[in-house]
């Protein structure tokens, strides 16, 4: 059981690490994301927890759109797995912080997801009955911080930074215009 366990957290390590050398910027992205607006991606996340499977059950009574459902649930499990390697992977660069060093960032995604998914599959295991909750208020946290930023594709602005040149000034209402 415990050789289980530890070649099951080590297998999320390996997978972080694997998306750290080709997704770099994505992960940044949406563990960007998390860490800046947390409320705001844990309700999406809560809200697609709840809202997808419907629709998905939904779309394949149908059945001629039964594919699309199954591509829905395969997103939903990639994007709830992609949430959670890219919070595993700012704990890592925070981590690496800490020692006062700059790791690369397949090794920040390597050690932060091996101590993320230690800690929360640890507290599953040594508290049964609540110890789930830390890993679904994760999971949720990480997949709406991937529906908002498209899985890392594209930064999802926070409310503290300044519009980029390129986008038009925000429309001011100033009252009626005599």
Known sequence: SLL???????LWALLAM???LFLPNHL??????AMSQPLITGGLGLLTIVVLPLVLVIIALTILLIPVS????LM??????FGLIALGTELGTRFAGIFKGQWH????AGIGTFLLILVINGIEAAI?????????LVGVVGLGAVMLTRF????????TQPASPDQPPALIDQGPVN
């Open 4 to 10: 289980g366990f530890l070649l099951w957290v080590i």
């Open 18 to 20: 694997l998306l750290a």
């Open 28 to 33: 940044r992205n949406v563990a960007q994301n």
């Open 70 to 73: 199954l591509i829905g649930a």
């Open 76 to 81: 939903l499990g990639l994007g709830w797995v």
């Open 105 to 108: 960032p397949a090794l920040a």
């Open 128 to 136: 049964p009955c609540i110890g789930i909750l830390p890993k679904i």
């Open 152 to 159: 890392g594709i594209q930064a999802y602005p926070s409310p």
